[in-house]
C-alpha cells in the first residue's frame, strides 16, 4: 500500500499517545487517545501496542513521532544533528518494517558546551514552516512539560534551548511544601502578572519560591492567586532565558491551547508579540509533509 493512498499518525509520548488515521486527500479520516504512553507499554509489548493502534484505525502505513524512538521507546531513532529540516528527518527514519512503519528521528544540538535533544517538537516545528504557518527565519516557543525555544534558520532548526519549567511546576505541585497551596489552576491575571515581571526581573528563583508560601502566611498574598503567580513567577524565569537565544520580531507559542496562552501573555508582558499555534494542527502537517518526502 503506497502512503499516497492514506497514512497513520502516531504523537507517542511519555504517558500518553495520539495516533490519525489520514486520508489519500490529506484530510483527518479517523483519531484515538489515550494515556498509553511508552513507560506503560511493558518490555517486549510494542507491536501489540502498534497492533491496537492498526485495529481501531486501519490497515495502512504508519509514522510514528515523539518519545517511542527514544531509548526508551519501541526502537531508538539516532538524533539529526542541527541544522534539521523535513529532508534531513526524512532520510533518516528508523524503519521498523520497510516501507511501512517508520519512527521520526528526533533533533539534537551538541556544540562546544551546549547539549539539548528533542522528539516529537521537531515534526510540529517544520510543519508549520512547510505549511507556511511560520517564516523560514522564525523563532517558537514549545510550551510543554519540557518547554522548547526553537530557532529557525531557511526553514531549518538551527538552535534550541529546553527549559524544565513545565516539570518544574509539577514537582512543585505534587512533592513540595507549596503543594497545598498549588492545587489551583493558573489563569492570566494580575497574579500572573506580578510573578512574571518578578521572572523577568531576574528575581532569586528558589527563595522567590519559597515566599510564595511565606506571603500567604503573613497575609501578604491571597491563598487562590498562589498557582497563577508561581505559574507566572516559573514563565518570567523561562522567558529570560527563551528570548536570549531568539531574534527580533514575533515569536511563535506552539502547543495546547491552555499552555500557550500563558506563555502569550506573558511574552505580551516582555514586549513581545506572540502568534498562537494549536500544536496538533502543526504535528498533522509536518506528518504529511514527511510522508510526502517517503513517496
Known sequence: ????????????GTTNRRAWR??????????????????????????????????????????????????????????????????ELAGRLEWVELGRIAI?????????????????????????????LIGGDATVCHPG??????????????GFRTVMTGEMFSLLSGHSILADLLAGRAAPGPAFEAGVRRGLEGAELTAELFSVRARVLLGKARREDAPSFTSGL??????????????????????????TGLFAAALALAG????ELEGEDAFLCGARHLAELIQ
Open 1 to 12: 500500500m503506497r502512503w499516497a493512498e492514506g497514512f497513520i499518525a502516531v504523537d507517542w
Open 22 to 87: 489520514i486520508g489519500a486527500d490529506g484530510a483527518v479520516a479517523d483519531r484515538m487517545e489515550d494515556d498509553k504512553g511508552v513507560l506503560s507499554v511493558p518490555a517486549g509489548g510494542f507491536g501489540h501496542a502498534v497492533a491496537e493502534i492498526a485495529a481501531r484505525l486501519g490497515d495502512r502505513p504508519m509514522l510514528l513521532a515523539g518519545m517511542v524512538g527514544s531509548n526508551r521507546g519501541w526502537r531508538e531513532a539516532p538524533y539529526v544533528p542541527c541544522p534539521a529540516g523535513l529532508p
Open 104 to 132: 521520526v528521528p528526533g533533533v539534537s544540538l551538541d556544540a562546544g558546551d551546549a547539549a539539548d535533544v528533542m522528539r516529537g517538537e521537531e515534526v510540529q516545528v517544520l510543519g508549520a514552516y512547510a505549511e507556511g
Open 145 to 158: 512539560t519540557h518547554n522548547k525555544w526553537i530557532r529557525l534558520e531557511d526553514g531549518r532548526i538551527a
Open 234 to 259: 516559573l514563565i518570567g524565569a523561562d522567558l529570560r532565558t527563551g528570548l536570549a537565544l531568539a531574534g527580533a520580531g514575533p515569536v511563535s507559542v506552539m502547543g495546547r491551547p491552555d499552555l
Open 272 to 275: 513581545r508579540p506572540a502568534q
